[in-house]
């Protein structure tokens, strides 16, 4: 058990054992009992049977496993999976002694899409801009060119500006003709680039504003898109917006038209007819849906938090998610300690400190979501029947597990996990890919 900001122990971390000659060594305090979670890593198919042997003193008890690997290999995630990590500097918990473990460390829990933030964005200075809006300096890509590197191998990469109303561009005024000039010959430049790094079709995108909710947001949020679009066909806009003030929702669809990634929050677009009929007018027009969480102490839910939102991907049509955030401590420098925790709370997925990183339930809930979602693309694979049946196993589990959830996955530890549930309706899936393969 962890001790939290909330003073609310949770027993979520998964450190592992030391080894030593094949024996894997652990205290557990008398009268208390101890999980243990075990990695396979199969390398062929088939009924393979195997033993874990308890040792204590002279005392030794067997107990016998049989695990069936099913003859496919699952193929790389198609949905698109971002932590907000914004490893490109320290951030959170992110520090030089730790990024490359945690960038690492993200890769294997697949995600694909690298978050950074506004000094990737080569913006100008006032001095590289004349007055009617024309660049009259190069653009410095050597801060993007170090994060590319950095988090080599991911399939998107996103920046995100921290545009707010009162932002200008190298001091132009947003919806002014020079601004309009200025931005569109910066976003002809970004385009050169991603060509160049080979980054087209929307495998790098821009995050203008974070989270708009009002009609000024959303206003000033179509003037930096348009006049960014004017010259970018490569990159593409992002946009997380939130429906909770009712008088700014006649001009979501306005700037929707101007965003290539629509990403709600999950439960908002659950629960809300208006968000998501707004939304999926919008995704109909060759737009985007994605899904996102930012809730916490992320501790104190149910793992299901993490492994139930793919499942909705798949549901809705989503082709993307996200959670806040990796390493979000909630300005503690360790998640072994958030009582000093003094910006918040904490949002981590896995505990993270200076030098290492430690899984837990939740962060492996988050890659088995992501891993059911590719069994039901496998079964869709399968032909007309699989389809039909990859959509009706979502539906499934989805309806059944909101009898827990209540279309909010912000609940606390349940028993049994709705977890649970996902693991009986993967069993499912493998039947049904079993069938359709006629084993």
């Known amino acids: 058990f962890v001790d939290t900001r909330e003073n609310k122990l949770v027993a979520a971390a998964l450190p592992a054992l030391p080894a030593d000659d094949g024996w894997y060594t652990t205290d557990i305090a008398a009268g208390m009992t101890r999980q243990l979670w075990l990695g396979l890593h199969p390398s062929v198919a088939g009924r393979a049977t195997a033993r874990v042997i308890v040792r204590q003193g002279q005392q030794t008890r067997e107990v016998p496993f049989e695990v069936d690997i ?13 932590l907000w990590d914004y490893a490109d500097q320290p951030a959170y918990g992110l520090t030089p002694g730790n990024r490359e473990r945690a960038i690492a460390d993200m890769k294997a829990h697949h995600v694909n899409l690298a978050h950074g933030l506004r ?3 080569a913006v100008p200075p006032a001095d590289g801009v004349d007055a009617a809006g024309n660049l009259t300096k190069p653009l410095d890509f050597s801060r993007f060119d170090a994060w590319l ?9 996103q920046i995100y500006l921290g545009v707010v109303p009162s932002s200008t561009f190298a001091g132009l005024k947003p919806g002014t003709p020079a601004f309009t000039q200025a931005v569109g010959q910066w976003a002809a430049a970004w385009d050169k680039k991603a060509v160049g790094v080979g980054l087209t079709g929307g495998r790098l995108q821009f995050a203008f504003l974070d989270e708009p909710n009002t009609a000024e947001q959303y206003a000033i949020s179509r003037l930096w898109t348009e006049a960014f679009k004017a010259g970018s066909k490569e990159i593409a806009v992002f946009c997380d917006p939130q429906f909770f003030n009712p008088e700014a929702q006649a001009a979501l669809p306005a700037a929707m038209e101007t965003w290539d990634i629509i990403c709600p929050l999950l439960f908002q677009y659950n629960t809300t007819a208006a968000m998501k009929a707004a939304v999926d007018a919008e995704v109909a027009e060759d737009k985007q849906l994605w899904f996102y969480q930012a809730h916490g102490p992320n501790r104190l839910f149910d793992p299901a938090y993490f492994r139930l939102q793919p499942w ?3 549901r809705w049509g989503a082709v993307g998610q996200g959670f806040w955030a990796y390493g979000d401590t909630g300005g503690a420098a360790s998640s072994w300690n958030e009582y000093v925790a003094t910006k918040g709370v904490s949002y981590c997925l896995p505990y993270i400190d200076a030098e290492q990183i430690t899984p837990s339930k939740h962060w492996e809930a988050f890659r088995e979501g992501i891993e059911d979602y590719q069994l039901l693309r496998l079964l869709a694979t399968c032909g007309a029947s699989g389809q039909a049946a990859a959509r009706r196993l979502a539906e499934e589990l989805t309806t059944t597990t909101e009898a827990v959830t209540r279309q909010d996955l912000r609940i606390p530890w349940q028993e049994p996990t709705p977890c649970a549930t996902a693991d009986e309706v993967r069993l499912k899936i493998y039947d049904e890919i079993a069938r359709a393969e006629g084993r």
């Open 149 to 157: 590197k950095l988090w080599e191998g991911a399939r998107y990469y």
């Open 312 to 314: 909705y991907c798949y």
């Open 70 to 82: 099913v003859p496919r290999e699952l193929p790389p995630t198609e949905l698109v999976c971002g």
């Open 119 to 121: 000094a990737l964005a």
